[in-house]
């Protein structure tokens, strides 16, 4: 059986898609023990470790034809703001990648991270570091909409085989599906849209999706996503952040989207366990990888290889 180890596993995506494609992950690894725990609710049969993977003996991790790795994205992505000093160290992560490469030499390596992760000004020195250890690598940037998921959700894989030439994956894609396929309109604390110390902006957002999309729709709480305009339950949702970003409008109420509705959006199963905390719930789904986008990636990795 093809086997893989998943780096900086968080809520297992990557573990996720990985079974689903037939691929057993003998070993998963992160820093934070809450995704460790989670990890592990949801995968018994994989060997974990907690720790500073930059810290990491990976002669410690089993043989593997795969390595998954999700490195920190937050140091690259639009999204953090100001660039501040704790960013470099985010950014340096994706060098375990290229130090459990080294040690163990598995076929084909997969690396997730947003697009700008390119950006990067070290990113031209870890590509070299890959070519050195003998990997081809094949950038590509997949839209999770594309593969089923009911989510906007576009991420950087880099695909790297121990091949003369970059592989080229054929991926198969799917019918967008709509917002309204994991939402639970009687479920969850409704609040009334007028209702004191809501901001103006907020009650913009609501009137004009109204004038758009009728009494039901989706809106950003906060950020530019979907603008002021909201968007249609018929659509695929935006990203999903590590925080309660996105706003359900029905009639006169309101609620924010919850984090099971959430782990629909990202694609996981109905089944798949989640801190009872809806805030880590969040936290974990925001920063995983949708599992089947994973599940084609490595699907087309075997059968390229």
């Given at each position: ?148 998921v009911p989510q906007h959700r576009r991420r950087l894989f880099v695909v790297a085989t121990r091949s003369k030439s970059p592989v080229q994956l054929r991926l198969q894609l799917r019918e967008h599906m709509p917002i309204g ?70 009639g006169d109420q309101m609620r924010m989207l919850s984090a099971s509705e959430a782990r629909g959006a990202m694609g996981f199963p109905a089944d798949y366990r989640l801190p009872a905390q809806p805030a880590q719930a969040l ?23």
């Amino acid at each position: 059986m093809t086997t893989a180890v998943d780096l900086f596993a968080g809520a297992g995506g990557f573990s996720q898609g990985a079974r689903a494609a037939g691929v057993h992950v003998a070993w998963a690894a992160n820093h934070w023990p809450t995704a460790v725990q989670w990890h592990a609710a949801n995968h018994p049969e994989t060997a974990h470790a907690c720790q500073d993977l930059q810290q990491c003996d990976f002669r410690e991790a089993p043989r593997h034809d795969i390595l998954l790795a999700s490195p920190a994205c937050q140091g690259h992505s639009k999204a953090r703001g100001t660039d501040k000093p704790h960013h470099d160290a985010q950014r340096s992560t994706a060098w375990a990648v290229i130090t459990c490469a080294e040690v163990h030499r598995p076929q084909a390596v997969v690396v997730e991270n947003v697009p700008e992760f390119t950006d990067w000004t070290l990113y031209p020195a870890w590509c070299a570091a890959m070519h050195a250890l003998g990997y081809a690598l094949n950038p590509m940037v997949v839209d999770a909409a594309d593969h089923g998921v009911p989510q906007h959700r576009r991420r950087l894989f880099v695909v790297a085989t121990r091949s003369k030439s970059p592989v080229q994956l054929r991926l198969q894609l799917r019918e967008h599906m709509p917002i309204g396929s994991f939402i639970d309109w009687t479920a969850g604390r409704w609040l009334p849209i007028e209702r004191a110390g809501r901001s103006s902006r907020t009650l913009q957002r609501v009137a004009n999706g109204r004038a758009r999309f009728g009494v039901r729709f989706v809106m950003p709480y906060y950020g530019s996503g979907s603008g002021l305009t909201g968007r249609s339950i018929d659509r695929p949702l935006g990203t999903v952040t590590t925080r309660a970003r996105w706003g359900l409008v029905d009639g006169d109420q309101m609620r924010m989207l919850s984090a099971s509705e959430a782990r629909g959006a990202m694609g996981f199963p109905a089944d798949y366990r989640l801190p009872a905390q809806p805030a880590q719930a969040l936290h974990l789904l925001g920063n995983a990888v949708c599992p089947p986008v994973a599940a084609d990636i490595v699907s087309a990795l075997m059968g390229a290889v």
